[in-house]
């Protein structure tokens, strides 16, 4: 069994719904049992794949709709200070765009 499936088990039977949420931390630490060199930036790029959510909390597989809503609120949230700076970098060089470049993040909006 790979990793990657070992990471989707873990969170799909034991971290249903935000409630249960892992730690990214502690699922870092389990995947460690199964390959002691993974990184966490390694795990970030298994769960980033997997139909799980993410939030303060850790992370998780929702169970309510709420959930995903949520989450989607909290990757606006993260994405925010990326979209100022690009925009502010676009903005003060607008002329190497190309026309409607600057609605890059016109979706996270």
Known sequence: MNLETIVHAKIFKEHRGK???IRRSDLLEYARHFDPDITD???RAIYSGLPV????EGIFYPIRGQEIEDFKRYLIKKISPMRERYYRVAKAHPELLPSGQMDLFKEAR
């Open 19 to 21: 409630e249960n949420a």
């Open 41 to 43: 930036r390694q795990l």
């Open 53 to 56: 959510c993410v939030c303060e």
